[in-house]
């Protein structure tokens, strides 16, 4: 059996890249800002194409957007896919918006006018992150609860009336938001979708793609530990093939275990309540230059070449997302 990750050496150079997209960053978090730019030319150098901003706390909308803004104008070829250097290659941001669950004491129904608003003004790529966390006891209680499902449920009304796709978080409550779903108008066949950092079993798996959402792959994949998540991604590809998988760094979480300082010990930054990573230890940040490793270790996992798998990942990534971005020669 494979040990994923056992052939990649934390030290090690990457080796060849293929034309990556980063389906979920928090890229605009104040955590970069020191080195946003030499961050950029690291993704750049990695052949990460977009990447996505994606949305979790209304206060940070304008944010998204700044950054989105300043990403495109650093590299204003790359707004028609052309480069005119070579040296730079182009690099699009995107953004999502979205009210998150772990959030939900914070959020109000002027916020939700608010992205309302915001969606007709400028119209983002997706909506996200939006679904159920109940990773806290106390979000279980029932009126806590209650409102992620009012919010979640009113996200997924925008997404319709805008014909957008959504990026999912879910933490342990893979079946309340499948039930959700199910009862829900939005048709990911049709408009698209993420699990976002898919962490539920085998057959929450494949519900999931069975409803038309890709699973969003992580640096979680690197680490031999994740037993339940390696199983899961191979059930899903094993009854729905590669076409079900997306990537993702969900930077400046879920650092690849081969970039961790600390060699053992997991990121963890996890989401504080400011949820500004303000305390991360910097050395253990993941960046979205960090992206070709989730790509090297599923394809260890799924034993599919990482050049045919980088192209179906972008294929996927465009399904997802619905667009039609061309995959770079
Ligand atoms: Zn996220």
């Given at each position: 059996m494979t040990v994923i990750g056992a052939s990649f050496n934390a030290n090690e150079e990457l080796p060849t890249t293929f034309p990556l997209i980063d389906t979920h960053t928090h890229f605009d978090a104040p955590v970069f800002d020191a080195d946003r730019d030499e961050q950029l030319q690291r993704a750049c150098q990695q052949s990460i194409?977009?990447?996505v901003l994606v949305g979790y706390l209304q206060r940070h909308f304008q944010r998204l957007y700044d950054t989105e803004r300043l990403i495109n104008e650093r590299y204003p070829s790359s707004i028609t896919g052309q480069s005119d250097s070579p040296q730079q290659p182009p690099l699009n941001a995107h953004i999502a918006l979205g009210l998150h669950p772990f959030y939900i004491e914070q959020h109000t129904e002027a916020h939700l006018q608010n992205m309302s608003?915001?969606?007709?003004?400028?119209?983002?790529?997706a909506i996200g992150e939006i679904g159920f966390d109940t990773f806290a006891d106390e979000m279980?209680?029932?009126k806590m609860f209650?409102?992620?499902?009012?919010?979640?449920?009113?996200?997924?009304?925008?997404?319709?009336?805008?014909?957008?796709?959504?990026?999912?978080?879910?933490?342990?409550?893979?079946a309340e938001?499948?039930?959700?779903?199910?009862?829900?108008?939005?048709?990911?066949?049709?408009?698209?979708?993420?699990?976002?950092?898919?962490?539920?079993?085998?057959?929450?798996?494949?519900?999931f793609v069975k409803l038309g959402f890709k699973l969003g792959v992580t640096g979680q994949v690197t680490n031999p530990n994740a037993k339940k998540l390696r199983r899961a991604i191979q059930a899903a590809v094993a009854s729905d093939?590669?076409?079900?998988?997306?990537?993702?760094?969900?930077?400046?979480d879920m650092t690849p275990i081969m970039c961790q300082d600390s060699g053992?010990?997991?990121?963890?930054?996890?989401?504080?309540?400011?949820?500004?990573?303000?305390?991360?230890?910097?050395?253990?940040?993941?960046?979205p230059a960090n992206l070709p490793w989730v790509l090297l270790c599923?394809?260890?996992?799924?034993?599919?070449?990482?050049?045919?798998?980088?192209?179906?990942?972008?294929?996927?990534?465009?399904?997802?997302?619905?667009?039609?971005?061309?995959?770079?020669?």
């Open positions: 194409r977009h990447l608003q915001m969606l007709d003004k400028k119209r983002p790529l279980k209680q029932p209650a409102k992620q499902e009012y919010f979640f449920n009113a996200q997924l009304d925008m997404a319709v009336s805008h014909k957008l796709p959504v990026m999912l978080h879910i933490r342990k409550a893979h938001a499948l039930a959700l779903l199910k009862a829900h108008d939005y048709d990911a066949h049709k408009l698209g979708g993420i699990a976002h950092s898919f962490s539920g079993g085998e057959q929450e798996a494949k519900a093939g590669i076409e079900c998988l997306v990537i993702e760094t969900d930077c400046p053992g010990s997991q990121s963890a930054l996890g989401q504080s309540p400011d949820n500004e990573w303000g305390n991360a230890p910097a050395h253990n940040r993941n960046v599923l394809s260890e996992l799924l034993d599919v070449p990482p050049a045919i798998l980088a192209e179906q990942l972008w294929h996927n990534s465009c399904n997802a997302l619905q667009t039609d971005w061309r995959y770079p020669a």
